[in-house]
Nanobody, 125 residues
């Protein structure tokens, strides 16, 4: 069965960095786009970033552009989210997601067919 397992979350001070990982199993990883979403307390889940099947195309929300970098290693069945210059407003549960195309993942969560369990990121001021 399809499994997406996130890791790398934690507590960091504003201005710091974290690297999230999502290990995928149960399907042909390189056949699907991957993305990251996040949900802060009391808010709806929102799109953060997406990457195409080959890794050649990437997309970011305006709020993280220039600070976050998404990448994937198809040999390791893993997608990453490098988060730099973190801000308190980045505090949220971050979810790994699978979709058919990165261009549709950026539209929102309705295009996701599998979700990870989430990892908490907390940025202190």
């Amino acid at each position: 069965q399809v499994q997406l397992v996130e890791s790398g979350g934690g507590l960091v001070q504003a201005g710091g960095s974290l690297r999230l990982s999502c290990a995928a199993s149960g399907y042909t990883f390189s056949s699907y786009a991957m993305g990251w979403f996040r949900q802060a307390p009391g808010k709806e889940r929102e799109f953060v970033s997406a990457i195409s099947r080959s890794g050649g195309s990437t997309y970011y929300s305006d709020s993280v552009k220039g600070r976050f970098t998404i990448s994937r290693d198809n040999a390791k069945n893993t997608v990453y989210l490098q988060m730099n210059n973190l801000r308190p407003e980045d505090t949220a549960v971050y979810y790994c997601a699978r979709g058919s195309a990165a261009t549709t993942l950026r539209v929102g969560g309705t295009t996701v067919d599998y979700w990870g369990q989430g990892t908490q990121v907390t940025v202190s001021s």
